[in-house]
């Protein structure tokens, strides 16, 4: 018998991670960062995520796109859109990094260890719009067809538009682009200024903030909506501050200039 036939159950163990490690095959370990770990960091962990992301996005999508079951009351088209909406998010977050930006997917790449505030701040929202569902069905009874004005129709295509910006800038920066702000140049960095980058500064900033008032808006949640506008303005505000600060450090009167020239179009985040 040949001796690279191994003899137990540990060594084929081995033997087949190195052998998939040799093809590149699936893989969720990210090269210059270490995940939480909080959930799993493995293909099984990240299919088995992908594939409940799945079916909640096809639960609400085909909630949003029949009109909801009359005969329950909480089974509306704006809760199918936000399930949806909120499922595509998470998804599409993974599947963008794991096309365009290889080195950096992991299962956090799902953002779905994203701190607890916010799952906190969409479980509010949930909680604000069944709330009001019970006691005051007609606070939200703005059908989304109805005109292109009425405030489910404007949260739709606000949300659509800020999933496609967010997506669009994740897949044009491809390796530039991280979940975490780098504070070190690494020598394949350069800065990308083109395409939806010539008209948003930061448009997976932008992107994010315009989704996440979208879904809001299709839900006619009054309290979130102004919850999450002045939450996320003041986590961006915060957060662009310091990786401007880096980006300044990386490409000098480059990214000033460019600054300059380019708005973030966030409101009052100049």
């Given at each position: 018998?040949?001796?690279?036939?191994?003899?137990?159950?540990?060594?084929?163990?081995?033997?087949?991670?190195?052998?998939?490690?040799?093809t590149n095959t699936l893989e969720t370990i990210p090269v210059n960062h270490q995940p939480h770990e909080?959930?799993?960091?493995?293909?099984?962990?990240?299919?088995?995520?992908?594939?409940?992301?799945?079916?909640?996005?096809?639960?609400?999508?085909a909630l949003f796109l029949t009109g909801g079951i009359s005969d329950h009351w909480w089974a509306t088209y704006q809760l199918g859109f936000f399930l949806a909406a909120w499922?595509?998010?998470?998804?599409?977050?993974?599947?963008?990094?794991?096309?365009?930006?290889?080195?950096?997917?992991?299962?956090?790449?799902?953002?779905?260890?994203?701190g607890a505030m916010y799952h906190v701040a969409n479980g509010t929202a949930l909680v604000e719009y069944l709330i009001t569902l019970y006691f005051k069905p007609s606070l939200k009874a703005y059908h989304y067809i109805s005109t292109i004005a009425d405030e489910s129709s404007l949260g739709v295509i606000m949300a659509v538009i800020g999933q496609t910006l967010r997506a669009s800038a994740m897949i044009q920066a491809s390796t530039n682009f991280s979940h975490i702000v780098a504070l070190r140049k690494l020598p394949s960095h350069r800065l990308v200024t083109d395409g939806v980058y010539?008209?948003?500064?930061?448009?997976?900033?932008?992107?994010?903030?315009?989704?996440?008032?979208?879904?809001?808006?299709?839900?006619?949640?009054?309290?979130?909506?102004?919850?999450?506008?002045?939450?996320?303005?003041?986590?961006?505000?915060?957060?662009?501050?310091?990786?401007?600060?880096?980006?300044v450090n990386f490409f000098g009167e480059e990214y000033d200039n460019y600054r300059r020239r380019v708005?973030?179009?966030?409101?009052?985040?100049r």
């Open positions: 018998m040949s001796s690279d036939v191994p003899n137990n159950f540990e060594d084929r163990l081995q033997q087949r991670a190195s052998t998939t490690r040799n909080n959930i799993p960091n493995t293909p099984l962990a990240a299919s088995t995520i992908s594939f409940v992301l799945g079916c909640i996005f096809s639960l609400g999508l499922s595509g998010f998470h998804w599409g977050e993974f599947a963008v990094t794991a096309g365009w930006n290889r080195d950096k997917c992991s299962v956090d790449s799902f953002l779905l260890d994203n010539s008209a948003f500064r930061h448009p997976s900033y932008a992107g994010f903030f315009y989704w996440a008032l979208g879904t809001q808006l299709v839900l006619q949640n009054p309290i979130s909506s102004i919850g999450f506008v002045l939450v996320l303005w003041r986590f961006f505000s915060r957060r662009i501050k310091v990786e401007e600060k880096a980006l708005n973030t179009n966030i409101p009052f985040i």
